[in-house]
DNA sequence: ATCAAACCGGAGATTGAATCTCCGGTTCGT
DNA sequence: ACGAACCGGAGATTCAATCTCCGGTTTGAT
């Protein structure tokens, strides 16, 4: 009869009782959880908390109890996101061809992008990427730093590729996603970049931008060092 | 003394008087213009008219004055943007070695939409491109075509390109500018993407998405046919 | 079965950003 | 010098999104 901890609190380090929760409650957040995945998926980081919880069958009222604000119930996915892309990584980083490694894990990216709005904007647009998911963001960096090393040592990737170009390149292929609305014309551009990045003996000219008028130690785009300085470019006239 | 028309109307087609509009009238709206280039160029359609006049050095009201609202404002200056991508258009299509024309071609555009925002918006985002510079429209979408046709038949270009790949090529350099906030840094993609899209021996696999389940006719994105379905994907599940 | 605490739903208050109007004061053309 | 036309910018208006509040319902315990 006596289960574990009966009726008064267990081991806990406080004494906080534990008054059994509701079972709906726990119901309840999955479902919006659920539902949030979803509707983000669908319709990118804009949608409304109370889209949200309107395609969860609860009130809205019940969303903002569970989760403060829309950016919290965010962060609670963001991890989960980062994580598929880290995995989707690992495939192209592990296979002993370095080209077809590098070829499945860009396909492998690009595929989870573009069937998600909402990663989309997480992994490539937000600064606040940089606030969640950073066990994860290390990995995959370490995972395409691999995947370039073995590409270039084998010898079937040009010379004057560098890792980051992988990202240049899935944001270039979402940008194909988001504006054409067909959720598999990247496959094509994704072709032609990797026929441009194989090590071919006519590529007498190298890719320029290798380095700008920019710190010591950061060839790259913003991504991956210092945050964006955001959308807007500030500097203009001073009238 | 007496100037052309000293004080009746001249030959309007209707009685209506033309009372010599005062100068600083015609002067504020070439202001207004100036100003709106420079604003939508740095910093994206999304700017307010406020912002533009202020910018411009005049009050709010004198804006609304001249252009009932921003979009009257922005149909002002579209005419123009297309008329440069026109033009940029024009060299590639025009120079008889049909390899050095592609490359031009996307250079020259892709240049000019680096270093302004608002164009981008407006040529590659919006809808409402269909509704001002639909003559330029045309033109460009000849010159394309014909240079493409060329680069074929020189047997420069791989055989499976398409007029409207350089289309998607320049949302994708677009898309490198917009997130990188590098005004360089398209050159690099560019360099790549044209060396997938020269002609090769290796090229064994074709480029995909030639056909899709789509209309009899329309084997493209969106762009260049019918209106895209826009920013949203609506039949999500049914619950 | 009964009760109180905890939870749910959704109308609407609040906030924020952008658009547009109105009127006192100034400038232009005659 | 004079009056019409124009200018400037404070603030009314609109629109959408976020979040709060309270009456009614469900849950778990006695």
Do not use: C
Request: without cysteine.
């Amino acid at each position: 009869m006596a289960g574990p901890s009966a009726s008064g609190a267990a081991g806990g380090p406080d004494g906080v009782r534990a008054p059994r929760p509701r079972r709906d409650r726990e119901l309840n957040r999955r479902k919006l959880l659920a539902a949030a995945r979803e509707v983000f998926r669908d319709r990118g980081l804009k949608a409304t908390l109370d889209d949200v919880a309107r395609h969860a069958g609860v009130g809205v009222g019940t969303a903002y109890r569970h989760f403060p604000n829309k950016q919290a119930l965010i962060d609670e996915l963001v991890d989960d996101m980062f994580a598929r892309v880290e995995e989707a990584t690992r495939a192209g980083a592990e296979d002993p061809d370095a080209w077809r490694g590098l070829a499945v894990g860009l396909e492998r990216v690009a595929e989870l992008q573009a069937l998600d709005r909402g990663l989309r904007e997480v992994v490539f647009h937000s600064e606040r990427a940089a606030t969640a998911g950073l066990r994860h963001q290390e990995q995959i960096r370490r995972n395409v730093d691999l995947t370039v090393e073995r590409a270039k040592e084998q010898g079937v990737l040009r010379a004057d590729a560098e890792p980051w170009d992988l990202v240049v390149i899935q944001q270039m292929l979402a940008a194909v996603t988001e504006r054409s609305g067909r959720p598999d014309l990247w496959r094509r551009y994704l072709r032609l970049l990797l026929d441009g990045l194989r090590a071919a003996p006519d590529q007498a000219e190298p890719l320029p931008g290798g380095h700008f008028g920019r710190g010591p130690d950061a060839p790259g785009p913003d991504w991956a060092g210092p945050p964006s300085p955001g959308p807007d470019a500030p500097g203009s006239s001073p009238a």
